[in-house]
């Protein structure tokens, strides 16, 4: 079970709203600074909380940049639940043990600040007791995500 | 595994550069394997080359380490550059872009790599790492659209304009995951080669795993151009029973410029639709347009002319080889004369990243392939993207301006 605060998107936030290219940076402090960069609904920004990401189309599309996905998983994000996702974003966010699920429709389901409640197939905000389902993951993606990543998963597998 | 759609893909080339690389080189280094296949990997410095901060310099300085210590480019085999030019660009001017082969690589633009039949597709660090050390991936058959390009391809009209419009028709998601194929079907002179990498370097950012150009007469003497043999006994047209979720086509002869307005580069008009508003800089650069095609057409319009009074052209060739041969051409004289100033070949102010930044509500007309809040500098600023022909129109006149206004 993943539970965090909403940060509730539209559609189409890209990479570069999420987390600005000048934060690129092997020094995890800076990395930290540029969560959220260019979107200033975001005004719980500088905590360090659980949080979980509900989105419309297109969530994370734009540059592969990977500092994007470590600054939201260091921010404290542990589940983003989109209509869609941006291929490479998807990727990431599974690679790095972080939920990436589908849903139709899933952004008039919290309010900021709201706490989701990620269970199996199930979103549900605490607050109002509205629950959806989540489309399920294909069982490869599953695999990755319960190892907690892919690196953890191809040890486990043994293929490195 | 079972009920997966996703399976595990060899690919035969891994495209890495400087900074993305850079962000796995600790984790490689702790797990104390092998490259599963170092003699693939092509490995450029590009991004922080030269670098421009002390920051920047860190990131690349890890990255030469561990070109170094692996001797890519060297004893290990593999194709190691620096501060030759953008990733994407020196790849497809390689005869190791091999039609027909799989490629993937560290970096969204990949798909680029596409405009030569090959199948090419960008990924993150984690997903890089993995191929690194275990020689594969996992991948899942897309879907596919096709888009058909005919008539007669006008004066004006670029490979810019058509990707703009292949924005506008699909918007940044609508090709969601799947591959988007493009033919040539038009009639008199074929799309060149420039703007077809323009179409597949935009692929991804309609949401697609990879653009990919069905091979032609055309691709094969640019790949026999760059030292490449053409793959024999490979069947790289489409099936013939293939079956498309869409097809689109767009008459070439009929497009009007199309230029994408901030803050989206899906948000794409004709031309006449914006012109007049004032341009504080043009930037001519980046994988998606950097190249001699975007380069021409500036010096052509430039030529004996100035840029309008306080405006700042800036132009950064995608590669050594197009910065040469745009020298060569004469080209670059007439930019200088013009007051264009010319850097040296690497991403540049795309992405941020190096000179040619905005400040806080400047209007900036671009060949680049993202114009997103804050992506070429303060976040306030505005930035427009068309093709070198309409970039260079707004840099005689100083506001957007429809290049058929202009051309000689």
Redesign the interface.
């Known amino acids: 079970m993943i539970s965090g605060r909403a940060v509730v998107f539209g559609?189409?936030i890209?990479t570069?709203?999420l987390h600005?290219?000048?934060f690129?940076?092997?020094?995890t402090t800076?990395v930290r600074k540029g969560f959220m960069?260019?979107l200033a609904s975001v005004d719980d920004r500088e905590e360090d909380l659980p949080r979980v990401i509900v989105a419309g189309?297109?969530f994370g599309?734009?540059?592969?940049?990977?500092?994007t996905?470590t600054a939201l998983k260091m921010a404290g994000v542990r589940a983003v639940v989109a209509e869609?996702f941006?291929?490479?974003f998807f990727?990431?966010a599974m690679?790095?043990g972080v939920a990436a699920r589908t849903a139709p429709s899933v952004t008039g389901i919290a309010d900021p600040g709201d706490v989701l409640k990620v269970e199996g197939d199930r979103l549900t905000n605490e607050r109002t007791g509205r629950s959806i389902a989540l489309h399920a993951l294909?069982?490869?993606?599953s695999?990755v995500l319960e190892a907690g990543?892919?690196?953890p998963y191809?040890t486990e597998t043994g293929?490195? | 595994m079972p009920g997966s759609e996703w399976f595990e893909v060899e690919p035969d080339l891994l495209l890495g550069h400087d900074a993305t690389i850079a962000l796995v080189v600790d984790r490689f280094a702790n797990a104390g394997k092998p490259l599963a296949f170092p003699e693939r990997l092509f490995l450029v410095a590009d991004h922080f080359a030269p670098p421009s901060s002390v920051d920047r310099a860190n990131v690349l300085r890890r990255f030469l380490d561990f070109v170094e210590e692996h001797g890519i480019g060297a004893s290990a085999g593999g194709t190691f550059e620096m501060m030759r030019g953008i990733c994407h660009q020196l790849l497809v001017e390689s005869p190791r872009c091999v039609p027909g082969s799989i490629v993937v690589g560290a970096d969204s633009h990949t798909t680029m790599a596409g405009a030569l039949g090959a199948f090419a597709t960008g990924m993150g660090s984690t997903d890089i790492l993995a191929v690194l050390q275990t020689g594969t991936t996992h991948l899942r058959t897309p879907t596919s659209d096709k888009i058909v390009m005919r008539g007669s391809l006008a004066d004006h009209v670029r490979g810019k304009d058509l990707a703009l419009w292949m924005m506008k028709t699909y918007g940044e998601g609508g090709a969601g995951w799947k591959a988007l194929e493009f033919e040539d079907q038009t009639s008199g002179r074929p799309i060149p080669m420039d703007g077809r990498l323009t179409l597949t370097n935009m692929a991804v950012d309609c949401g697609a795993v990879n653009g990919i150009w069905v091979p032609d007469e055309l691709t094969k003497a640019f790949y026999e151009s760059n030292g490449g043999e053409w793959p024999k006994g490979v069947d790289l047209a489409p099936d013939r029973d293939a079956v498309y979720d869409a097809v689109h086509s767009v008459d070439v002869g009929a497009l009007a410029p199309q230029i994408a307005i901030p803050y989206s580069p899906a948000n794409v008009e004709d031309i006449d639709d914006v012109s007049g508003e004032r341009v504080h800089q043009v930037f001519i650069g980046s994988c998606a347009g950097g190249r001699l095609e975007e380069i021409r057409d500036a010096a052509m319009l430039l030529h004996g002319q100035r840029v309008s009074p306080y405006l700042k052209l800036v132009v950064t060739p995608a590669s050594q080889a197009v910065y040469r041969a745009a020298m060569e051409a004469g080209w670059l004289t007439s930019l200088i004369d013009a007051g264009a100033v010319i850097t040296n070949p690497s991403c540049g102010a795309c992405g941020g990243i190096d000179k040619g930044l905005l400040a806080a509500g400047e209007v900036c007309v671009s060949t680049s392939n993202r114009n997103f809040r804050g992506r070429m500098g303060d976040s306030t600023a505005r930035v427009y993207l068309a093709s070198g022909l309409t970039a260079a129109a707004a840099a005689l006149t100083g506001r957007i301006t429809d290049p058929r206004e202009v051309m000689p």
């Open positions: 559609d189409d890209n570069d709203m600005p290219s000048y690129f940076s092997l020094d800076t960069g260019e189309k297109n599309c734009g540059s592969s940049r990977e500092t996905m869609s941006g291929r490479i990727r990431n690679c790095l294909d069982p490869y993606w695999a990543g892919l690196i191809l293929a490195i």
